[in-house]
């Protein structure tokens, strides 16, 4: 009678250690930098690489916001991949992030430590693909409560395609078609284009609720 529960747990043991032996381990390197106004650049390794459907995605916010957006990763040899951050505000002083691999369906496969990196007055050197990956920003959501709303804590520029959490993929309402930081009326029935750097009404600070 013992035998088929011994064949049903050496079974069980044998599929948890294959499951083991093929989950991705990601790690996230501190980036050097992270600037005042600026795009930082967060990189990340991902062994083995993501299999066919799943993939790479770097989870970030303003610290002490309560929920995550994401950015899809790009790709390099030897399991490398890469991320631009949006710009960040004034207000934003320290950025929490993480890499993952997901599945098709967005489900987190494997996850990476949770990091944080304070913004500072420094300056990144973006290459040309970094720069283009900068001026065309893919935003994910996971929370109903970012549904049009500005990514907080970041300024527009860059942004242009916001993903809800239901996969939808849809232009960056808030920020418009071009990427230009949110204007008063005043300015903007002016014609007048600029940067507003500061608090919007209605937009949630971790000093301010």
């Not at 935003?139 to 500005?150: F, H, L, P, V, W």
């Amino acid at each position: 009678m013992r035998a088929p529960h011994l064949f049903a747990a050496g079974l069980l043991l044998a599929c948890t250690l294959a499951q083991t032996a093929h989950a991705q381990a990601v790690s996230i390197v501190d980036p050097e930098c992270i600037p005042h106004k600026g795009n930082g650049v967060i990189r990340a390794s991902v062994i083995p690489d993501p299999a066919v459907g799943q993939s790479p995605r770097l989870y970030f916010r303003w610290k002490g916001q309560p929920a995550f957006y994401w950015l899809p990763m790009e790709v390099e040899p030897n399991g490398r991949y890469w991320s631009v951050l949006p710009r960040t505000e004034d207000r934003n002083e320290e950025v929490e992030f993480y890499g993952a691999v997901v599945d098709p369906a967005g489900k987190m496969l494997s996850q990476s430590q949770v990091r944080t990196a304070r913004v500072r007055d420094c300056t990144v050197e973006l290459s040309p693909k970094e720069k283009g990956v900068a001026d065309n920003l893919i935003i994910g959501e996971t929370a109903s409560s970012q549904y049009k709303k500005r990514v907080i804590g970041f300024l527009c520029p860059g942004i242009k395609i916001r993903i809800d959490p239901q996969g939808v993929k849809r232009a960056d309402e808030e920020c418009g078609p071009c990427g230009l930081a949110w204007l008063p009326p005043g300015l903007a029935t002016a014609g007048v284009l600029g940067v507003v750097v500061g608090d919007r009404p209605g937009e949630a600070s971790p000093s301010r609720p």
